[in-house]
């Protein structure tokens, strides 16, 4: 578990309207309690000792049980059809992420004094949190079993952590972006819009700190860390000392400037003259952080680090950031995917970085030069890149975004990395996504997005989507690779 992602803590409430019997909801409730213990982590969920919520004082008095409690998350349970005002209430007064299910009937012998009309409920707690302004996560049928709400709530902790995280996140970015990255812009009004901080700094800032770290007694520790991480690929071992000592001028630097904040991401500065001044790339050093769970971008992409972190949240695990780089060969199309995989030539790409993706995402890593920036540079002041192929195995690419006009968008799709040699330098990887030419071309260039997207590494798209809906990115302002038969708005159905 990462120190820099929440720990979910969910309070169940079991709300009911007074015209019904109370004992539909509290019987509910426990079963529902019961249904989740025995089959996920109990740590997950707190059940609310307060019988019912029928009243505006029997709401006051949940909600300050579940914040003594530690609850940093919310269901409003309607074991029966509930009252629309108290539990609406609840969930406009609780500080976190909340969600509401409802109770399905159990047996057609019980329609009399057994019938709870949750379903019913359901539309007027709906109805009430929009008068309210009050934004919730509904699931898609959220309607069910003891058991079936169980499961709800649990696909309901990576959106939870997700909109937790962000509320209580920090971007520390150092130097503006480099020249011709105009597509990385990073208006500042939805960062607080959606509740994240961020402290711009200057590239002097930390090239200062990073002076001031010389000779600091813990760089042995951390190149020894380094050297154990890296083994036989360890073919730069000149900049390790170097690198460690830049590693440990943004953990501190972290830690002395996270102010309030409890969660941290970076989004850093690695050219024109990064390398030049501090004689290395950070490339590895993004990786190390990104894999402990603290998210870095290149090229100072605020949104990309912003989308990463989202990523951690949801996946807890190591996520990467990635230009969404190269067309495949078509001579290694026809000798390493076609028949082999399912997927046309153009549902293929490369997805590149210099050596930002941690080791434990590669199938194989060595300490390298940046080959791109070694064109105009001697390559000693180069070092410092992670280059592999990245691992075969399920990926998510997503990303959320602040257009210029401060329009919020995102994009999810789900697809994987090919077992299939790069042949190629950097971080990198032969990707697949169904669908990716009519995506890349009319959600990606149609929606303006930047070349960098961020990559989870597993099948989270339901998540993805659920936390974007959530923090206020409109429907049809989320992208996703469509299936044939399906037109975007842009598409010539003639083509």
Not at 12 to 30: G, Q, T, W
Not at 175 to 181: L, Q, V, Y
Request: hydrophobic share 40%; net charge negative.
């Amino acid at each position: 578990m990462f120190n820099n992602v929440p720990k979910i803590k969910v309070g169940i409430v079991a709300v009911s309207r007074d015209c019904f019997p109370e004992s539909l909801s509290v019987n509910r409730r426990k079963a529902l309690v019961e249904a989740y213990t025995k089959k996920y982590d109990a740590a997950d969920i707190y059940e609310c000792p307060i019988c019912i919520v029928e009243s505006e004082i029997h709401m006051v008095q949940a909600l300050e049980d579940i914040k003594a409690a530690g609850c940093n998350a919310l269901c409003v349970y309607l074991g029966n059809f509930g009252p629309e005002i108290s539990e609406t209430l609840l969930a406009k007064h609780f500080d976190g992420p909340k969600m509401f299910v409802a109770a399905a009937e159990e047996s057609q012998a019980d329609l009399l004094d057994g019938r709870g009309d949750a379903y019913c409920g359901m539309l007027n707690a709906s109805y009430n949190l929009k008068l309210r302004n009050v934004g919730a996560y509904i699931p898609e049928y959220p309607v069910g079993t003891a058991e079936e709400c169980a499961d709800m709530i649990n696909e309901f902790l990576p959106i939870a952590r997700a909109v937790d995280g962000l509320a209580n996140l920090k971007i520390i970015s150092f130097g503006p972006r480099p020249m011709n990255f105009l597509a990385c812009n990073a208006p500042v009004k939805q960062l607080y819009n959606l509740g994240v901080e961020i402290e711009e700094n200057s590239e002097l800032d930390l090239f200062e700190a990073f002076n001031n770290h010389a000779n600091d007694p813990r760089i042995p520790e951390v190149v020894a860390d380094m050297e154990k991480e890296l083994g036989a690929g360890n073919k730069k071992p000149e900049v390790l000392a170097k690198l460690a000592q830049y590693e440990l001028t943004l953990l501190d630097w972290v830690e002395a400037h996270k102010g309030y904040r409890k969660y941290v991401a970076i989004a850093g500065k690695c050219w024109p003259a990064f390398q030049t001044q501090f004689g290395f790339v950070p490339c590895y050093v993004n990786s190390r952080l990104t894999g402990r769970g603290i998210p870095v971008s290149c090229e100072v992409d605020i949104y990309g680090v912003l989308s990463e972190f989202i990523g951690t949240c949801v996946s807890e695990d190591a996520v990467t950031l990635l230009d969404i780089n190269n067309s495949v060969p078509a001579d290694m199309y026809k000798e390493s995917i076609e028949g082999k995989f399912n997927y046309t030539h153009k549902d293929t790409f490369m997805g590149f970085h210099c050596g930002n993706t941690c080791s434990s995402k590669l199938a194989f890593c060595e300490m390298k030069y940046q080959k791109i920036m070694a064109r105009n540079l001697p390559i000693e002041v180069t070092n410092g890149t992670l280059e592999g192929d990245i691992a075969p195995g399920k990926i998510t690419f997503f990303r959320l975004q602040s257009t210029a006009d401060n329009i919020l968008r995102a994009y999810v799709a789900e697809g994987e990395v090919l077992d299939v040699r790069t042949k190629s330098f950097g971080a990198i990887g032969v990707f697949a996504i169904p669908e990716m030419g009519r995506f890349y071309r009319h959600v990606l260039i149609e929606g303006n997005y930047p070349h960098h997207g961020a990559v989870a590494f597993g099948h989270f798209g339901k998540a993805l989507y659920e936390v974007f809906k959530y923090v206020g990115v409109a429907y049809d302002e989320i992208g996703f690779n469509q299936p044939k038969g399906m037109l975007y708005k842009s598409e010539n159905p003639f083509a």
